[in-house]
RNA sequence: GUGAGUGUAGCUCAAUUAGGUCAGAGCACCUGACUGUGGCUCAGGAUGUUGGGGGUUCGAGUCCCCUCACUCACCCCA
């Protein structure tokens, strides 16, 4: 029985999985910079005032799945359940100067019960276009995201779009939809009759399949955009079929926080389970407002980090060995030159790596062996009179000797580095 | 928050139809054969309060109850 173990919903990323976190975090950063994005780091944190304002007091993130807490001066502290407000909060306090591009990665909060693709702890990769108004911008998220699957090779993506209008359409739709919610309440199960009055919205993609036949005749928002957020609407579908790219209308997609308006977007994989969302976003032109600053339009776009190692192709067990050499001494007279030239491969930039703890020859081969080191290079007495390394290479067992001057020069270009 | 399934060495799994040498194997790890050469082979070795607690029984990994953890699904969404 251990000890101790890690909290519920959380997991621990170790090698080699740590190593494919990090090619995702790293594809993402490449992505993002080549759009014009900079990085953006917020606290883990927030006042849970900001939460609640951003998400929406309706919403299920605020009544069930916060991490709040109280501080030790009794401030009420939130972990970030999401990336948005706290980005948006930031922005209006260094008074960024707007249009501005920003990317983030971020651990995020949600109490919920774990299962596959869902975690108390997860992170988010997300963009936020502050000050662009324009719906190519909307469109151009979307080539981001699926420009971002692509690069790691990930298949069997759908992209789903809708738009569910503006202040004045949404309420005016809201209106027909409630009150064909309330004449069928009956045929409705038990969860979707809650949302009738706490957010209707939601109850367009709810997952019974009753409901779902049922809603075939349910009003939809598309039918009821003024005639801005439809031309809004029609630029972003013409832009995406400009950009050459599938997408699919789902007249139900509906996103869980409050602050979107327009069109919403949804990256959906098949290999996934029942998180099938690898990413969404949207449009969301009040939210700054609503945190206190200027009338400013916005876009963005959230994706999560584990359900795309998820959904990518297999973990890339690396195959080969690590780009390391090992250092080998065979005598406490050598152990001094040993670790003096392992410090010059690092100096060469060169990763290197020596064991302290073993004299012998071959407990040392054998720790290069299972650290996966490409090279050994054996610094050995009888070598030194000679003024050469042996350089061993592990892979294929061939060991050769070179003058030690040019060790650096020889290894660099087998190691690529 | 609700439901279902699963819990045996670090990992993957065994352990006779209804409880009785049942606490094992493979991989991994350590030591040696190999006094300056890893991987291969061979010979040894260490490791488990069978998730935890209680009960039934002469006897429980095996049956019952409670609890915890994990997994999947509902819900929610990344």
């Keep these: 029985m ?37 990085e953006i780091v917020t606290p883990t944190f927030e006042h849970t005032e900001l939460f609640i304002k951003s998400s929406g007091t309706g919403s299920d993130i605020v009544i069930k799945e916060m991490y709040s807490f109280q501080d030790r001066s009794q401030r009420s502290l939130t972990l970030k359940p999401e990336g948005t407000p706290g980005v948006i909060r930031a922005v209006l306090e260094n008074r960024l100067v707007l249009p501005a591009r920003l990317y983030y990665i971020t651990p995020c909060f949600r109490y919920s019960r774990p299962q596959k693709g869902r ?47 503006c202040r004045t359409c949404r309420q005016d739709y809201r209106e027909k939809l409630l009150t064909f ?19 209707p919205l939601r109850v367009l993609d709810c997952k019974n399949d009753h409901c779902q036949t ?108 690590r780009q390391l050499v090992f250092v080998i001494w065979t005598s406490e007279n050598e152990l001094r030159t040993a670790v003096d030239l392992t410090d010059r491969l690092r100096e060469a930039g060169i990763p290197a790596q020596l064991s302290f703890d073993s004299p012998k020859l071959k407990r040392q081969l054998h720790l290069a062996d299972l650290a996966d080191a490409a090279f050994a290079v054996i610094v050995g007495e009888e070598e030194l009179k000679r003024g050469v390394y042996g350089l061993k290479n592990l892979t294929t067992g061939e060991q050769i000797e070179l003058p030690a001057p040019e060790l650096i020069s020889r290894l660099k270009p087998l190691l690529a580095v």
Excluded at 130 to 154: P, W
Excluded at 242 to 247: E, F, H, I
């Design 119 to 165: 975690y108390r702890e997860f992170y988010q990769l997300g963009i936020e276009a502050l000050g662009e108004a324009s719906a190519r911008t909307d469109a151009e998220l979307i080539h981001f995201g699926v420009r971002f699957f692509s690069r790691l090779n990930i298949a069997g993506l759908t992209v789903m779009v809708n738009s569910i209008g």
């Design 2 to 38: 251990l000890r101790h173990t890690r909290p519920k919903g959380t997991q621990d990323f170790i090698p080699p999985v740590s190593q494919q976190k990090l090619l995702v975090e790293n594809t993402f950063r490449d992505l993002a910079v080549i759009y014009g994005f900079q």
């Design 214 to 321: 049922m809603l075939q005749k349910a009003p939809v928002p598309r039918e009821y955009l003024c005639s801005d957020c439809q031309t809004h609407f029609t630029i972003v579908i013409n832009e995406l079929t400009a950009r050459q790219l599938p997408y699919r209308i789902d007249d139900h997609l509906v996103r869980g926080l409050d602050y979107y308006n327009r069109t919403t977007f949804e990256f959906v994989s098949d290999k996934l389970g029942a998180q099938n969302s690898l990413g969404g976003g949207g449009r969301y032109d009040y939210l700054i407002e609503e945190l206190g600053g200027p009338p400013t339009p916005a876009s963005g776009l959230a994706i999560g980090l584990e359900r795309t190692m998820l959904a990518m192709p297999q973990l890339e067990v690396p195959t080969g060995r």
């Design 181 to 199: 919610l309330r004449l069928n309440r009956e045929a409705l199960c038990p969860d979707c009759q809650q949302r009738i009055e706490v957010n």
